[in-house]
C-alpha cells in the first residue's frame, strides 16, 4: 500500500501539471487558427429562413381558411404575410452580418 505524505501528492500534481501544459501547447501548434464560415453558409442559412416563412405563411392562411370558410382570404394574407416576414429576416440577418463585418474591420 501506498503511503500518505503530502509531498509525494505536490510531486505528482506537479507532474501532471506539466503534462496537461505541454499536451496544450502540443495541441496549439497542431490546430491551425480556424477561419469564420464562408458566405456559402450564409446564403443557405439565408435561403432557408426565407422558404421557410413563406410555407409558414401559407400554411397558416390554408389553417385561417379551413376554420372560417373565407377560402381565399386567408392564403392571400398567409403568403403575403409570409413574405413580408420572409424579407424582415433576410434584411435583419444582413444587418446582423454587416456589423459583425465592420466590427472585424472586413
Same mark, same amino acid.
Given at each position: 500500500?501506498?503511503?500518505?505524505?503530502?509531498?509525494?501528492?505536490?510531486?505528482?500534481?506537479?507532474?501532471? &501539471?506539466?503534462?496537461?501544459?505541454?499536451?496544450?501547447?502540443?495541441?496549439?501548434?497542431?490546430? !491551425? *487558427?480556424?477561419?469564420?464560415? /464562408?458566405? $456559402?453558409?450564409?446564403?443557405?442559412?439565408?435561403?432557408?429562413?426565407?422558404?421557410?416563412?413563406?410555407?409558414? &405563411?401559407?400554411?397558416?392562411?390554408?389553417?385561417?381558411?379551413?376554420?372560417?370558410?373565407?377560402? !381565399? *382570404?386567408?392564403?392571400?394574407? /398567409?403568403? $403575403?404575410?409570409?413574405?413580408?416576414?420572409?424579407?424582415?429576416?433576410?434584411?435583419?440577418?444582413?444587418?446582423?452580418?454587416?456589423?459583425?463585418?465592420?466590427?472585424?474591420?472586413?
Amino acid at each position: 500500500m501506498g503511503t500518505n505524505d503530502p509531498a509525494d501528492d505536490d510531486d505528482r500534481l506537479d507532474e501532471l &501539471g506539466r503534462r496537461i501544459d505541454a499536451a496544450r501547447q502540443t495541441q496549439s501548434q497542431k490546430a !491551425p *487558427a480556424k477561419e469564420p464560415p /464562408g458566405r $456559402l453558409n450564409v446564403v443557405y442559412r439565408v435561403s432557408t429562413e426565407f422558404v421557410a416563412a413563406v410555407f409558414i &405563411g401559407i400554411a397558416l392562411g390554408l389553417g385561417f381558411d379551413y376554420v372560417t370558410g373565407w377560402k !381565399p *382570404a386567408g392564403i392571400l394574407l /398567409g403568403s $403575403l404575410l409570409g413574405i413580408a416576414t420572409a424579407f424582415y429576416t433576410v434584411i435583419r440577418t444582413m444587418r446582423q452580418l454587416n456589423a459583425e463585418d465592420e466590427k472585424t474591420g472586413k
